[in-house]
């Protein structure tokens, strides 16, 4: 079945950076549109980044836009999100997900904080 684990996680202060990982398996990973999602307490999730099935193009909530990369390795069924310049409103608990079903990762918590 479709499995999605995230991990890199943790906590960082302001300014920092952090690189998260989704590991998939269950299907065919590199034919799959794939995004990053993150949800705080009280709030919806909201969509953080998408990228296509093949990596060549991405897209980003403004919010992130300049600070966040979206990449895929095809080759190893990795997604990845890399935060740059991360600001205390980033703290969440970021999910990947498939864009094409409704499959969700566990979700990885991300604390920004001094």
């Known amino acids: 079945q479709v499995q999605l684990v995230e991990s890199g996680g943790g906590w960082v202060q302001p300014g920092g950076s952090l690189r998260l990982s989704c590991a998939a398996s269950?299907?065919?990973?590199?034919?799959?549109?794939m995004a990053w999602y993150r949800q705080t307490p009280g709030k919806e999730r909201e969509l953080v980044a998408r990228?296509?099935?093949?990596?060549?193009?991405?897209n980003y909530a403004d919010s992130v836009k300049g600070r966040f990369t979206i990449t895929r390795d095809n080759t190893k069924n990795i997604l990845f999100l890399q935060m740059d310049s991360l600001k205390l409103e980033d703290t969440a608990v970021y999910y990947c997900?498939?864009?094409?079903?409704?499959?969700w990762g566990q979700g990885t918590h991300v604390t920004v904080s001094s």
């Open positions: 997900k498939t864009v094409s079903r409704d499959y």
């Open positions: 990228i296509t099935s093949s990596g060549d193009a991405a």
């Open positions: 269950g299907f065919t990973f590199s034919t799959w549109p």
